[in-house]
């Protein structure tokens, strides 16, 4: 029996993580614990434990970058050291007059957020290693210029870290002063996971493509994230620097750079808890073998190689224990099309969308050679050929993945710009791929939200404070997203990871998403791929009913039965030209179609 969209109301995505399925019960013990260590926790620990809290507050805005946006950021060390010695020197009165420590501190946060976003910019750029080497090179030239500026940060003698006045003054004062600052980072990169901006975080680390075709922009997104990033690292580096009473260039060594990046991976990505572990792990782990520490980077990698072989998920993924319940062999995909006006709502009067004369050639191939198209609202319009037609490159083309080299693509009359892909989202021009481009450590119910993310309209900060109106846009997204998977019959399965799902499941999460922009234009790349002859046919009713919406729908496929079924206009390329365009019936009889490619 089908369960009305109404009556699926999956749990708020709890501070664990926007991909973790597990309780907040862990994280709950993680505080009580650390509330009551010093009843019966010695000194020697309670340093230890301080210390551990100090990376993980740094470590929480790194896992935004690292862990949900897949940056390979190693050199965030350079950050926790400018943090540092920005709060020392202004205690200290070395280049100003001298400041109060929590002035210097909150100081040490806005130098870690400017400098966060010049480390980060590079990765607007240069991607995986490359950037990863830019963050080295900027940690090591931090540590340099902190060796050679000796009137300010003492050289390679170094300068005293700011001490807080009391309460914070005492050992155990110190530790609640830290522990209170990462509680709060634990909070806020919690609500950050489980927001639009967090699933968008995700969404490019896993399907870049996809989250451009969502709105979603990357570099808008990420400079964001490395302000917050850096800032908490800046702050982590004045904690630090109190920590140690005295700090010098030594303290900031590779090693150190490499345990924050370490914890996050075995901890795991898309997860708050796994990081948060892997950090108090990698803190505790050296005092019970101290005669190894010459060994420290060795026994890293050695732990990394570990996790990636034996355990990939990390220990985010030995805690999801939902996620390894078997799934019912018998499912099958039963779409509601009576749900989509209520999904999709008035069709707004978007104009017909036309390509005239494109022409894009790669090398001497030319993938499209004059093309003329037109889409209009309420009909399916299918395009066929052989393969290397230059059916997706049209896609491509109108979706704005490729420029064209001549002619142009119009809405309403208007010519839309060339590589401008996440402006296509706010046109209300949607799509599918060859290939389904999904988070797979996400449920399926977060991959859907995805499709929504540029209709939240509150900020980064109000997510980041878990704000009125974060908390209406999560609860607008949930239900959207789980009418439009009632609608295309995969509402029980919206808890579920959408890597345990059947290719044919994909698809139809992929068209979900899709339905979340409320699309003038839906654009499907054969979305019959690997379905079977009934869900073929529940297809393309479903399609028909998109259709009968309001909605524009340009269907690319290899199924001819199906384009014949459900089409209302069929154009039909070959090398790249228009052979011929007409209604299926027309199409059928075409002569050049049959040779080319229908046989017969």
Request: glycine share 12%; hydrophobic share 50%.
């Amino acid at each position: 029996m089908q369960m009305p969209a109404a009556g699926l109301h999956p749990g708020r995505v709890n501070v664990l993580g926007s991909m973790s399925t597990i309780g907040a019960l862990p994280l709950l013990a993680l505080f009580a614990f650390g509330v009551a260590l010093p009843l019966f926790g010695g000194g020697y620990w309670g340093v230890i434990a301080t210390r551990a809290c100090v990376y993980w507050v740094l470590v929480s805005g790194l896992n935004l970058v690292v862990g949900f946006a897949g940056q390979i950021a190693i050199g965030w060390v350079a950050l926790l050291t400018l943090g540092a010695y920005t709060a020392s020197v202004l205690v200290a009165g070395n280049a100003a007059p001298q400041l109060p420590a929590y002035l210097a501190l909150a100081i040490a946060g806005v130098v870690g957020a400017v400098f966060g976003l010049i480390v980060g910019l590079p990765a607007l750029r240069l991607r995986t290693f490359y950037f990863a080497i830019t963050t080295l090179g900027f940690a090591t030239i931090v540590t340099q210029v902190a060796l050679a500026w000796q009137s300010v940060t003492g050289g390679g003698v170094g300068v005293a870290g700011p001490v807080f006045p009391p309460p914070f003054s005492s050992e155990w004062g110190f530790y609640y002063f830290c522990f209170g600052f990462a509680a709060i980072c634990t909070w806020m990169t919690g609500n950050v996971a489980a927001s639009r901006f967090g699933r968008a975080l995700t969404a490019i680390r896993d399907a870049e493509v996809a989250a451009e075709a969502s709105g979603i922009s990357k570099p808008a997104l990420l400079v964001t994230v490395f302000l917050f990033s850096g800032a908490v690292a800046g702050i982590a580096g004045g904690l630090f620097a109190t920590l140690q009473s005295y700090i010098t260039p030594d303290a900031f060594t590779l090693d150190l750079s490499v345990l924050f990046f370490i914890a996050i991976l075995i901890g795991g990505r898309s997860s708050i808890l796994g990081p948060l572990l892997g950090t108090i792990l990698l803190t505790v782990l050296p005092e019970f073998a101290a005669p190894l520490v010459a060994w420290s980077t060795f026994l890293y990698a050695a732990l990394l190689l570990v996790i990636v072989l034996a355990i990939p998920g990390g220990i985010a993924e030995l805690l999801d224990f939902k996620n390894r319940r078997p799934l019912a062999s018998d499912r099958a995909i039963v779409p509601r099309p009576e749900l989509l006006p209520r999904l999709l709502g008035t069709p707004a009067d978007a104009g017909a969308l036309t390509l005239e004369q494109v022409a894009l050639s790669f090398g001497g191939v030319h993938a499209i050679d004059g093309l003329d198209l037109e889409i209009r609202p309420s009909q399916v319009h299918g395009l066929i050929g052989p393969n290397g037609s230059g059916k997706t490159t049209t896609l491509n083309v109108i979706s704005g993945y490729y420029a064209q080299h001549r002619g142009a693509v119009r809405l309403n009359g208007m010519a839309l710009p060339v590589f401008a892909r996440e402006r296509r989202a706010h046109l209300r021009i949607a799509r599918t791929f060859q290939t389904p481009r999904v988070v797979g450590s996400a449920s399926v119910l977060q991959n859907v939200m995805i499709g929504g993310t540029i209709d939240g309209k509150g900020t980064f900060v109000e997510s980041l404070l878990s704000l009125p109106r974060h908390r209406r846009d999560e609860a607008k997204l949930r239900d959207t997203a789980m009418l439009a998977l009632t609608a295309v019959g995969l509402e029980r399965l919206a808890a579920v990871r959408a890597d345990r799902l059947q290719h044919s499941e994909l698809r139809f999460i992929e068209i979900a998403r899709a339905l979340m922009l409320r699309p003038a234009y839906l654009l499907l790349d054969e979305p019959a791929a690997g379905l079977s002859g009934e869900e073929i046919k529940r297809l393309g009713t479903f399609l028909l009913a998109i259709a009968a919406a309001g909605t524009g729908v340009l269907v690319v496929e290899h199924h001819p039965d199906l384009i014949f079924d459900i089409c209302h206009h069929v154009t039909v390329l070959n090398l790249g030209k228009k052979l011929a365009a007409g209604t299926p019936a027309e199409i059928r009889s075409h002569r050049e179609v049959v040779n080319a490619y229908l046989g017969g």
